[in-house]
């Protein structure tokens, strides 16, 4: 007779640790009439929290808790091993300034130069100490862009390997990064910091430091600028390093702040901006997606000079992932736009006074320009096209995950935006892949119109590029 409550004998081994063991049964009766009404013959089994324990068992839990890392790194690996950028060392170790048999100028380095941060952070660095040593005629020692300093060639970020050290030469070209100067200009290129090392890390060579502990680093940029300069024009060794350890010489404060404007007529005429261009891998990963990208003329994607490649497209900075947590900070410390947004050719002004006393207003105004709804962008993009009624495209630069920007792709649409196009849309190759930040900056600065988040240094750079290119000021906007 088969019982009402049988179990299956597959499902009954794989639930076999809920049950008490050994199995029991309830005699049948003779008497039809004292058959319980829903079951003859039946098993009873009841949960017990001793078989849990059982099946997991210290031995299981420890093997366990053992694989889960090693699968964590399988799936690390899986998505692939970075390059390492050999071809591109090997150009920077041949640049014609590092060879012992010419003329060796002053060298001037910043061991404090930032590392771990962000790219944007350190390229506006990176500008800044060239350009002192422009003005200063010694020759400026650049770095890696470094993400960390462990002697392994890679490091993990966001689940996935990432180069420890990438040469700066796969990001950008041009002066900062060992370029020539201009045939006017006398001043000695730019060389790496690993022939610097190599001319000046003996212990025969002579090493003078620089301690930034007494320069006005409160100062407009041009006050700063000039100590500087004095403090270099008196020593006379080869060799001569700044020791920020006490004060960066241009910190996040100098960069977050006016008093930079007043450098802006003579870094924008600087060879550090007017000969910069992004370097030839990044350029090609922007020649690579011309058809997502859609240029009047393909052959403006190849002038790094040109004033406007790319009509009709209008490059929107949409920054998320960690700013949900950076905006409200802003408003608690009362932030401003970062300084060079605040160039008065601007038109978006950022006024925070009217709310200094109201928690919440301050709060919601600081959320509105730093991370705005897809309402907001929508109606800002409108307001853009009255404005140039010739764009049709958008271009989003931004960290979010493709799908969290189809509802904005489709309110754009409806809106009667042509199409949207973002920085997961863009094909990159291996190496294109870890300076995609740059792909993205070079495609915005060559965009019709840029709408920025006045509070970040990536915006930052982009419209000081865009307007030492001599693009109008007014195409640069914020939301």
């Known amino acids: 007779m088969k019982a009402v409550g049988w179990v299956p004998g597959s499902l009954r081994a794989a639930f076999s640790w809920t049950f008490n063991r050994p199995e029991e049964y309830v005699l049948l009766t003779t008497s039809p009439s004292a058959l319980p009404r829903a079951t003859k013959y039946r098993r ?37 091993i970075p390059p390492n950028y050999e071809d591109i060392r090997s150009f920077e170790h041949h640049l014609p ?12 380095r910043f061991p404090g130069h930032l590392w771990g941060f962000g790219f944007n952070n350190v390229l506006q660095e990176a500008i800044m100490m060239s350009y002192l040593a422009y003005v200063s005629n010694v020759s400026f020692v650049f770095e890696d862009y ?43 290129r730019a060389v790496s910091a690993e022939f610097y090392a190599q001319v000046c890390g003996g212990p025969e060579s002579q090493k003078y430091v620089i ?19 004095d403090q270099l024009a008196s020593v006379q060794q080869p060799c001569i390093e700044i020791d920020s350890s006490t004060h960066n010489v241009f910190d996040s404060h100098f960069f977050g702040n006016p008093r930079i404007l007043s450098l802006w007529e003579s870094l924008t005429k600087s060879p550090m901006l007017t ?5 030839p891998l990044v350029q090609a990963a922007v020649s690579r997606n011309f058809a997502l990208l859609q240029p009047e003329s393909a052959k403006d994607l190849y002038d790094a000079h040109s004033r406007k490649s790319l009509a009709g497209l209008v490059a929107l900075h949409l920054r998320r992932g960690d700013y949900k947590r950076h905006c409200p900070n802003l408003a608690k410390w009362g932030a ?9 050719s601007l038109p978006d002004r950022f006024n925070r006074s009217p709310y200094v006393n109201d928690t919440n207003a301050r709060l919601s105004y600081y959320l509105d320009h730093c991370w705005p709804s897809t309402k907001q962008v929508v109606e800002k993009l409108r307001g853009i096209r009255r404005e140039y009624p010739g764009l049709r495209r958008v271009y989003v630069l931004s960290n979010e995950w493709a ?7 489709s309110a754009l649409e409806e809106d009667g935006w042509d199409d949207l196009v973002s920085s997961a849309d863009i094909v990159l190759d291996a190496e294109q892949k870890h300076v995609a930040m740059a792909v993205d900056m070079a495609i915005a600065e060559k965009a019709e119109v840029f709408i920025g988040n006045g509070f970040s240094s990536l915006s930052s750079n982009v419209v000081m590029l865009r307007m030492a290119k001599g693009m109008e000021g007014e195409s640069n906007r914020f939301l």
Not at 63 to 79: E, G, K, W, Y
Not at 97 to 108: E, G, V
Not at 211 to 227: C, E, F, K, R, Y
Not at 336 to 344: E, L, S
């Open 44 to 80: 009873r089994y009841s949960c017990s929290w001793r078989s849990f324990f059982r099946v997991f068992t210290l031995r299981k839990v420890l093997v366990s808790v053992t694989l889960v890392p090693v699968f964590l790194l399988l799936a690390i690996i899986c998505q692939g």
């Open 97 to 108: 300034q590092h060879s012992l048999s010419r003329h060796q100028p002053q060298y001037l």
């Open 146 to 188: 470094t993400w960390s300093h462990l002697p392994l060639p890679w490091t993990i970020y966001d689940f996935s390997l990432r180069p420890a050290r990438i040469p700066f030469n796969a990001l950008i070209s041009g002066p900062t990064a060992g370029g020539p100067m201009p045939s006017a200009s006398d001043a000695p």
């Open 211 to 229: 301690t930034s502990l007494n320069a006005p680093n409160d100062a407009d940029g041009v006050v700063m600028i000039d100590w500087w300069v």
């Open 275 to 279: 000969d910069f261009t992004w370097s």
């Open 336 to 344: 401003d736009y970062m300084g060079i947004n605040q160039h008065p």
């Open 403 to 409: 799908w969290s920007l189809d509802g904005l792709k």
